[in-house]
């Protein structure tokens, strides 16, 4: 009788099964989870510090609802489910669990980065790490949050000069870009140039190009731990940025692509059962 020649074969894989780590070792915080995955839609908080928009009138003729309210509206037109968080609120309206029930956070903030609570900061990066996705818009850049999961300063150079700016996709087929086509042009923005003192971006998915001749990295994408992260530069306050809609689409597809997979397995760490048995 012939012999079957993969019987032969000393090469033949075989399955072992992975021992189990002990439970002490899971050491993660509970991974945000949009519920039900797809059938629910993804929750989103949008932060505001809201400060200019008490001050500046020209600012509350352009967002009277606040740049929270514009940006609420326009994502609960994309299908999210939308909340508001301000700065002067009691713990900056990230209180109680506002952000275990948030999936994406959003943040924009300009005058105020100093009043926003160490002790909220360390609540925000931990929910980051966990998984948490964050969506850091224009002058968000000097935020303590950016600041503390970037690692550099996070400066650059700007101008307000009623500049136009020209965001080319240098990603394209990103999800971040779907139905953006090559570039969106933005008739006057304040002007944000290089250098950009930002870690090297894990991916690069705009270049603006601006009327005074600079250049900047106007869309960028991090990981941090299990979190995502998409800075995003337009959105200055004196201008109708966030009421355009491809601004909108660019933000929404942003969140759509930093919020955590509703499958995540927990991570593992410690003290670990060695994988082959001795
Ligand atoms: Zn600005």
Same mark, same amino acid.
């Given at each position: 009788?012939?012999? *079957? $020649?993969?019987?032969?074969n000393p090469f033949t894989l075989?399955f072992h $099964?992975?021992p189990? $780590?002990?439970?002490?070792t899971?050491?993660? @915080?509970p991974?945000p989870?949009?519920q039900g995955?797809k +059938?629910?839609p993804i929750?989103?908080t949008?932060?505001?510090?809201?400060?200019h928009?008490?001050? *500046?009138p020209k600012?509350a003729?352009?967002?009277?609802q606040g740049?929270?309210?514009?940006?609420?509206?326009a994502?609960?037109?994309?299908?999210?489910?939308? !909340?508001?968080a301000t700065?002067?609120?009691?713990?900056?309206?990230?209180?109680?669990?506002?952000?275990?029930? &948030?999936?994406?956070?959003?943040?924009w903030?300009?005058?105020?980065?100093?009043?926003?609570?160490?002790?909220t900061?360390?609540k925000?990066?931990?929910?980051?790490?966990?998984g948490?996705g964050l969506?850091v @818009?224009?002058?968000?850049h000097f935020?303590?949050i950016?600041k503390a999961?970037m690692?550099? &300063?996070?400066d650059? !150079?700007?101008?307000?000069a009623?500049? !136009?700016?020209r @965001?080319?996709v240098v990603?394209p087929?990103?999800?971040?870009?779907e139905?953006?086509g090559?570039?969106?042009e933005?008739?006057?923005e304040e002007?944000y140039g290089?250098?950009f003192?930002i870690p090297?971006p894990?991916e690069l998915i705009?270049v603006?190009?601006f009327?005074?001749?600079e250049?900047?990295?106007?869309?960028?994408?991090? +990981?941090r731990g299990?979190? !995502?992260?998409?800075y995003f530069r337009p959105?200055?306050?004196?201008?109708? +940025?966030?009421?355009y809609a491809?601004?909108?689409k660019?933000?929404?597809?942003g969140?759509?692509w930093?919020?955590?997979?509703?499958?995540?397995? $927990?991570r593992v760490?410690?003290n670990a059962?060695?994988?082959?048995?001795?």
């Amino acid at each position: 009788m012939t012999k *079957n $020649p993969l019987d032969a074969n000393p090469f033949t894989l075989e399955f072992h $099964p992975s021992p189990q $780590p002990p439970k002490s070792t899971i050491l993660e @915080l509970p991974i945000p989870q949009p519920q039900g995955a797809k +059938t629910m839609p993804i929750r989103v908080t949008v932060w505001n510090e809201n400060r200019h928009e008490q001050k *500046n009138p020209k600012v509350a003729e352009i967002y009277p609802q606040g740049i929270h309210g514009a940006l609420k509206g326009a994502l609960e037109g994309q299908g999210f489910e939308v !909340k508001t968080a301000t700065l002067d609120q009691p713990e900056h309206g990230l209180g109680g669990n506002v952000l275990e029930q &948030t999936d994406v956070l959003i943040w924009w903030g300009h005058l105020a980065h100093g009043e926003v609570s160490d002790e909220t900061v360390a609540k925000v990066q931990a929910r980051v790490l966990a998984g948490m996705g964050l969506v850091v @818009l224009h002058s968000g850049h000097f935020s303590k949050i950016f600041k503390a999961l970037m690692g550099t &300063t996070c400066d650059l !150079k700007w101008r307000e000069a009623d500049d !136009k700016e020209r @965001l080319l996709v240098v990603a394209p087929g990103h999800p971040i870009v779907e139905g953006i086509g090559e570039y969106l042009e933005l008739e006057r923005e304040e002007m944000y140039g290089e250098p950009f003192d930002i870690p090297a971006p894990e991916e690069l998915i705009f270049v603006s190009w601006f009327t005074g001749g600079e250049i900047f990295r106007s869309g960028a994408t991090y +990981t941090r731990g299990r979190g !995502k992260i998409f800075y995003f530069r337009p959105g200055h306050e004196t201008y109708p +940025t966030y009421h355009y809609a491809e601004v909108q689409k660019v933000i929404g597809n942003g969140v759509r692509w930093a919020a955590p997979l509703a499958s995540a397995d $927990p991570r593992v760490f410690g003290n670990a059962v060695a994988l082959e048995g001795k």
